[in-house]
């Protein structure tokens, strides 16, 4: 029996809207919501960064306000006060940044979380959180990490707002990010601008996954470490390489390259034609 089913109403029975026709009520209830969030996340990273700048500047606003009203001193000293207190002001500043956002993203939940893998354009609130947990560290290491970067106080930093940081460690970049999903063992060194992260963006999904370094790890200037990475106690990563996501580096070896390759193992240098690529 033939079907005779309208052609217009073929677009209705597949879920989709005809062209030129108002999306279905569900479907515009969702974008707005979609908006919603948006427009929830923005407002709240605009507002909470504005109150940590904020607290962090005010003891630097009141100690210059107070040197300026000190009529007590001539007016060549007052400047010259409040030009040599440039420096300790902008170091109580830094360090009240870190310590602000650290509390910040604990306070509000504010984590990459593990194991993710959503479309971005959805914007769901794991995305956003993630969103709004890397915007903070991104204004916490462009106004303190310049002062703090491979000091002790980076470190501290760093274990306040997420990370697993053993004992010893020495971290000399300031491109860490997604600092909930780091985990370091004792002594690891990070080298001058390595970037280790726990996320990618891949065919429009947010992937996240944990990064460890074990025991005494090094890892080279400018170097990449991806996402799932695991690396073995004492093994050091060369400079300018790339260690590609999900990797798992050996333990007592030495790798180096783009993509990384096992160039020693246990203090004996490996042949080209058995060196391991793990890309």
């Known amino acids: 029996m033939a079907d005779h089913t309208p052609e217009s109403t073929i677009p209705q ?12 009520p569900a479907h515009r209830g969702g974008r707005w919501r979609l908006r919603l969030r948006v427009t929830w996340a923005v407002t709240s990273i605009i507002l909470t960064e504005s109150v940590i700048l904020g607290l962090s500047v005010l003891p630097a ?29 902008y170091v ?41 947990y890397l915007m903070t560290i991104h204004v916490a290491r462009t106004f303190a990490g310049p002062v703090f970067r491979s000091t002790p106080i980076w470190t501290v930093y760093l274990r306040l707002n997420g990370a697993t940081i053993g004992r010893g460690c020495w ?28 996320h990618m963006i891949e065919h429009g999904l ?13 890892i080279g200037i400018n170097s990449v470490v991806g996402i799932g990475t695991t690396v073995g106690d004492h093994t050091q990563v060369g400079a ?24 020693k193992r246990g203090g004996v240098r490996v042949n080209d034609a058995d060196s391991d690529d793990v890309a």
């Open 13 to 24: 029975a597949l879920g989709r809207s005809e062209p030129g026709s108002s999306p279905p």
């Open 61 to 89: 606003v009141s100690f210059w306000t107070w040197v300026y009203q000190w009529r007590m001193i001539p007016e060549w000293a007052q400047v010259l006060t409040m030009a040599m207190a440039f420096v300790p002001a």
């Open 92 to 132: 109580l500043f830094a360090t009240s940044v870190l310590l602000y956002s650290a509390l910040v993203t604990r306070l509000f939940g504010w984590r990459t979380r593990p194991g993710l893998a959503l479309p971005l354009a959805e914007m769901s609130w794991p995305v956003l959180d993630w969103g709004r």
């Open 171 to 198: 971290v000399n970049s300031l491109k860490l990010m997604d600092h909930s999903l780091l985990e370091f063992g004792d002594r690891v060194t990070i080298g001058s601008d390595a970037s280790v992260s726990g």
């Open 206 to 218: 947010l992937k996240t996954a944990p990064v460890r370094l074990g025991r005494h790890v090094t």
């Open 240 to 263: 300018l390489s790339v260690v590609p996501k999900h990797s798992h580096l050996d333990a007592n070896a030495v790798y180096a390259g783009a993509p990384v390759r096992c160039v």
